[in-house]
């Protein structure tokens, strides 16, 4: 999970991934912003950051 993955590179606290999901959940659910989106919003993280999490996470095993 993306989310994860910023924790374990350090780019964002577990407090800081916990508001941005808070933030999605009350947003509307055909307006919902993606996690990585939220994040740069509040100003957690950085579109570099997200982008590689999000290429660490594609490099990842999927499991069923």
Not at 46 to 59: D, R, S, T, Y
């Amino acid at each position: 999970m993306i989310g994860q993955i910023l924790v374990e590179k350090g780019y964002v606290t577990l407090a800081q991934l916990n508001e941005a999901r808070r933030k999605q959940l009350f947003a509307e659910p055909e307006g919902r912003p993606l996690l990585g989106e939220t994040l740069v919003q509040l100003g957690y993280a950085n579109p570099v950051q997200i982008e590689e999490a999000i290429k660490l996470q594609e490099g990842e095993p999927r499991s069923l």
